[in-house]
């Protein structure tokens, strides 16, 4: 019914033309690439692989690699920035507001690439504004030419010399930071040598090493000042090992759950946010062990002597001016970004344009073929939207050659061919329900309208009430636009709501009260037998709709014989009828069931149940066959199925009574507490709580109790889904 008729075509061009092709196609959004095998499939030794100078295919993307090297690049600026160490990003977010959009004209970026770029701007997400104002660029402006979709070479230089610059200047920061981080060890061990009266670099100690520290071992007496042999023995101590390093702040956590069944001291130094400064102690005897636990958990030692080299006897003043010396370092270093990001903002800006539009492009391109300098690329359209496409490469590919196929053909060669449903918006609001099911396959029918009808029908049907419906559209349109609802399926939701106050009218009742207005046809709680017979009338034409859906779709495809005989096909839908009527006379006359539909129903089921004979016998052909003990049972399983799916629409009387009942419930609760003190108060509450659980609880149940009979009763007699989604490629990426 609704579903778009593709037509494929391919394209053979000069690759320059078919760039500015594929750049108009992409702000078309209506072209899905296909394989080149899709499309020549009667020329196959067209394709390399074949041997000779043949069309050579390809399936990647070659700007995937730049782009994603520049949103790389983007996240460790934007996460320096984060720290305080940058002022800002390289290059525009993809993503925000419309209230941020700058104002970037295409002509601007892509006038050397494709006039009709209107659109792209957005879709590169330049979206956001600088501290210093938007980012706005006059017409005619220094950087208006300066984006001229750079060949694959020349922006694979300027991006990997980009990537270079940066690695450089990230690792030079690891670095100075790791130095940073030895230095500050250090200090914080002569601190605490000299916290515990050890500090021997201002006066010379007193004679003998080790008074009152029976580890330090002997030695000569105490250095002058100056001289670093004091340290050297307090590192070389009898007993004791010593580690000093840097560990990560999960690792710490295991390192000192491992030091509580472990002869081991670990001390905490210094704490940061990512890491931790530690001093561990062992016994020396136990330190071969210690080792193994340190490299399980990555410890990286710092060797204090190593640091402490060549400063003589003024080591505190050594480290402080080595600490001074890197922290300038590392400011410089964390400023050059910056300096270079203000130097160069514009023109990194237009670099990831570019890129980016080259990778869109090439998505579009991404399964062409290449022969020489010429492109060939395939793909789905639309139909209808065929005219602009043979538009655009009218306009911007007057040597490129445009073929195109119609389905059919595509369809004869065994091609699966994707979905695009297309209807109004009443209609076009549930094919969300119909996607919750299955996406209609390119051959089967749209139930989208059906399922717009039917699905008001039956909430309508089950949860008629004024005041609950028109709730139920003011709670989906607030939910809607607090974002906590999809915007179609909130329009669901509306329109079933306002179906289910229509049928408030038909019952006359307003929040559970049928004393308000008149009931315009009958009431649940006085008329359930007209709700029954509605019901089943409601279910008999609902399923008979299904079925002759059904003898349409088997048209369609040319099962002419299944069509005629099959359970499900005329023939079903004969017994089907024969059986209600015959119902219908066994409840309402008392003579019971005439003969003639007797006979008919008897002829009717042998007809049914040697289908596959007779399919096979008149048209020659049919399905493999199943076996007649699986057939036999099959058949029988239909025909039961028809009786209770019909029996299953009596849900719809039964929850419209089940909803008067509690409606009623509510309002005799609510009495009940009206003669305790401050009953006013109660009454009004109760009715609140009850209504608000009659909205909420069942009307979800409701919903669910909808589905079922579309999902189930509704399509089980005709649809079957497994489509794929068409899906055009655009400017804006899909990751």
């Known amino acids: ?89 390289i290059f525009p977010e993809r993503g925000g507001g419309a209230s941020a959009r700058p104002q970037i004209s295409s002509g601007e970026l892509y006038d050397r690439l494709l006039p009709s770029f209107a659109s792209l701007p957005e879709a590169c997400g330049l979206n956001r504004r600088h501290e210093s104002g938007s980012w706005t660029m006059p017409p005619g402006g220094s950087g208006a030419r300066s984006l001229v979709c750079p060949s694959l070479e020349e922006a694979s230089a300027r991006v990997k010399g980009l990537q270079r610059r940066i690695k450089f200047w990230r690792e030079r920061s690891e670095k100075l930071q790791e130095e940073r981080e030895k230095l500050l060890a250090a200090k914080v061990f002569l601190d605490a040598l000299a916290s515990a ?83 561990i102690f062992c016994s020396r005897d136990y330190h071969p062990e210690a080792e193994k636990l340190f490299r399980v958990v990555y410890l990286k030692e710092y060797v204090l002597r190593e640091i402490l080299e060549g400063s003589g006897g003024a080591m505190k003043e050594y480290l402080e001016e080595q600490l001074g010396r890197s922290e300038r370092a590392l400011r410089a270093l964390r400023e050059a970004p910056r300096q270079y990001l203000e130097r160069h903002r514009k023109e990194l ?7 980016y539009a080259k990778q869109r492009i090439y998505s579009l391109c991404r399964n062409r073929g290449e022969l020489g300098d010429v492109f060939i690329v395939s793909g789905l359209v639309p139909s209808p939207t065929l005219p602009q496409v043979e538009d655009v490469i009218e306009r911007f590919g007057p040597n490129t050659l445009l073929l195109t196929e119609k389905d059919d053909a595509l369809k004869r060669r065994g091609r699966r061919l994707p979905t695009l449903l297309k209807n109004t918006f009443p209609v076009r609001v549930f094919q969300e329900i119909v996607a919750l099911y299955s996406l209609p396959s390119y051959d089967d029918i749209d139930p989208s309208p059906l399922v717009a009808l039917s699905f008001c029908i039956f909430f309508g049907f089950m949860f008629g009430d004024v005041g609950h419906g028109l709730l139920i559209s003011a709670g989906a349109w607030f ?103 015959a119902g219908a006379f066994a409840f309402t006359s008392g003579e019971g069931v005439p003969k003639p539909l007797l006979f008919a129903l008897a002829a009717l089921f042998l007809i049914i149940m040697c289908s596959s004979l007779l399919e096979r016998l008149f048209f020659g052909r049919g399905e493999e066959d199943e076996g007649g003990v699986v057939h036999t049972f099959s058949v029988l399983h239909a025909l039961l199925s028809f009786v209770s799916n019909t029996a299953s629409f009596v849900r719809l009387a039964a929850f419209a009574l089940n909803h008067a009942g509690l409606s009623a419930a509510v309002f005799m609760l609510g009495d009940m507490v009206r003669s305790v003190p401050g009953g006013p108060v109660f009454h009004a509450a109760v009715l609140l709580a009850g209504n608000a659980v009659i909205v909420g609880l069942e009307g979800l149940i409701v919903f669910i109790q909808t589905l079922r009979l579309e999902y189930y009763e509704f399509f089980g007699k005709f649809y079957h889904g497994g489509g794929i989604p068409f899906e055009p490629a655009t400017w804006r990426s899909r990751e």
């Open 479 to 581: 939910l809607a636009r607090k974002g906590i609802l999809k915007k179609a399926f909130s329009s669901v939701l509306q329109i079933a709501g306002f179906s289910a106050a229509a049928f408030g009218f038909l019952y006359g009742s307003i929040f559970g009260s049928e004393e308000l207005i008149p009931a315009l046809w009958t009431s649940p709680m006085h008329g359930i037998n007209d709700l029954i017979l509605a019901s089943l009338v409601t279910g008999t034409g609902f399923l008979s709709l299904g079925i002759a859906l059904n003898i349409l779709t088997l048209r369609r495809k040319g099962r002419i014989g299944k069509m005629l005989f099959d359970c499900e096909g005329l023939a079903g839908l004969l017994f089907y009828w024969t059986a209600v009527a």
């Open 197 to 279: 009266g050890l500090d021997r670099t201002k006066s010379p100690p007193g004679a003998g090493g080790g008074k009152g520290r029976p580890d330090v071992a002997s030695g000569p007496p105490a250095a002058a000042p100056g001289s670093t042999a004091w340290l050297e023995r307090a590192l070389d101590t009898r007993y004791l090992s010593l580690t000093f390093g840097r560990l990560s702040t999960d690792n710490y956590k295991r390192l000192a759950e491992m030091a509580g069944i472990t002869p081991l001291l670990v001390f905490p130094v210094v704490t940061e946010k990512d890491y931790v400064l530690v001093a």
């Open 349 to 355: 800006e237009l670099l990831y344009c570019a890129v």
């Open 1 to 89: 019914m609704a579903v778009v008729e593709m037509t494929g075509i391919s394209m053979v061009g000069p690759r320059e033309e078919i760039e500015r092709v594929a750049a108009g196609l992409l702000s078309l959004g209506n072209f899905e690439p296909v394989p080149l095998d899709f499309a020549m499939e009667k020329h196959p030794g067209a394709l390399s692989g074949s041997g000779g100078s043949r069309i050579a295919t390809f399936r990647e993307n070659p700007y995937d690699e730049l782009l994603e090297v520049l949103c790389e690049i983007q996240a460790l600026v934007s996460d320096e920035a984060a720290q305080g160490r940058t002022s800002g990003a």
